[in-house]
């Protein structure tokens, strides 16, 4: 009988040492944090106490000179807590990191150093192909806060961001409602033996969830439009009482539209918000009656919705009072920048404890969802079907 022969020698069999990756050790952070340039923009990363834990681990924060003044910090605070305070802008964007709310403009681009990592917002329908083009030649790995996702799929700031713009729609329309404001008098409140005010919510999202919330703890008669089932038995659990419900059909919407005193938009879609309420609806609404789109930073889903500001926030048309302010939440900048720094700081101090942005975004697939330029490398298919641009998959590029 004829042996076989073995395709491994002896000694390939034996039991070899395996070879294991070791992480880099910690990481120290070096990060800057500009001025907010952006129009109407007034909240910032980091607060004061964020600050002093990251500092407190060893990392060092340049901040530019009342970076955090709008959002009510002052640069003694931010200085006691360990950051170095600077009036020179270059100072502050030759960081290794940069942290902003808004993204970089093309000009604070050009003061960014080569291979520097870029924390901010995208802001994908408001950027343009040359925003790309810029970050692509500075080889900059940049992040977008608004697409990091958590242990459990959300996005934390986007949902952050979203409870208090929920919260803020139906404290801004109470105000709208006051004779002081124009308004019809209205008080957002249950008097007793006094009918309580009607408010329709067009979305069960986050942001219907918690302009719910805050109506009915005022004592007000919710009634919440969505077409996703799903959506709202969520937020009928979420709210922990039975509210009215309906799916988007346009009888009862025009029906409880004609009664309502206040009609929040909430609801997105994907390249646009949909116009659910069309302008022959908001002719039969209430004269007085109040719109807040909340929407409107995609569209709107008001046909009668057109952009205001912070200043010149309101504008009547059929006798109906429309708020239209895009970035609700730098209304309440304060409030604001606690929510986004409480998502930022442990973002970072993990980043510095895989011993780097490369090691972090390998172990969590959460960050590397925000990740939209690597090394100068596009690797987000969003920004490439937006502006046709050439990308490659991440997973290619860090192993």
């Not at 008097?191 to 005022?218: N, Y």
């Not at 239209?324 to 604001?336: D, E, L, M």
Request: glycine share 8%; hydrophobic share 40%; net charge neutral.
């Amino acid at each position: 009988m004829s042996s076989t022969t073995s395709p491994f020698s002896k000694q390939q069999l034996l039991p070899q040492e395996e070879t294991l990756e070791l992480l880099r050790k910690k990481d120290e952070l070096f990060i800057g944090i500009p001025n907010e340039t952006s129009y109407q923009e007034k909240r910032i990363c980091l607060t004061p106490d964020a600050v002093g834990a990251l500092i407190s681990h060893g990392h060092r924060i340049i901040i530019e000179t009342n970076a955090g003044k709008s959002a009510g910090f002052t640069d003694i605070e931010y200085s006691e807590a360990g950051a170095e305070i600077t009036n020179d802008v270059k100072k502050v964007f030759s960081c290794p990191i940069i942290l902003k709310v808004e993204p970089p403009s093309l000009d604070e681009i050009e003061l960014i150093n080569p291979q520097t990592l870029l924390i901010s917002a995208l802001q994908l329908k408001t950027q343009s192909k040359k925003y790309f083009e810029r970050l692509a030649s500075k080889r900059i790995t940049a992040l977008a806060f608004e697409f990091i996702k958590d242990e459990d799929g959300t996005f934390p700031a986007v949902r952050a961001l979203s409870e208090i713009a929920g919260t803020a729609s139906v404290l801004i329309a109470s105000e709208l409602l006051a004779n002081t404001n124009n308004g019809n008098g209205l008080l957002l409140g249950n008097i007793s033996g006094v009918p309580p005010t009607e408010v329709v919510i067009i979305g069960a999202g986050t942001v219907g969830e918690f302009a719910a919330r805050s109506a009915i703890g005022l004592g007000a008669n919710v009634k919440i439009f969505d077409n996703s089932l799903t959506k709202l038995r969520c937020i009928q659990a979420n709210l922990g009482r039975t509210v009215y419900t309906s799916t988007l059909q346009p009888k009862n919407l025009l029906k409880a539209l004609k009664r309502c005193d206040i009609a929040i938009g909430a609801i997105r879609g994907k390249n646009r918000s949909p116009i659910i309420v069309s302008e022959e609806m908001v002719e039969q609404m209430k004269p007085g009656s109040v719109i807040l789109d909340v929407s409107i930073d995609m569209g709107g889903c008001f046909e009668t919705s057109e952009v205001t500001t912070h200043h010149e926030h309101t504008f009547v048309k059929h006798n109906v009072i429309h708020y239209c302010v895009p970035n609700i939440p730098s209304r309440y900048s304060k409030t604001a920048s606690n929510a986004i720094s409480n998502i930022f700081t442990p973002y970072l101090l993990k980043i510095a404890e895989d011993g780097g942005i490369e090691n972090a975004i390998r172990f969590d697939k959460g960050l590397k969802n925000g990740l939209y330029f690597y090394h100068g490398v596009l690797t987000s298919k969003s920004v490439s079907d937006w502006y046709g641009l050439p990308y490659n998959d991440a997973n290619l590029l860090i192993f």
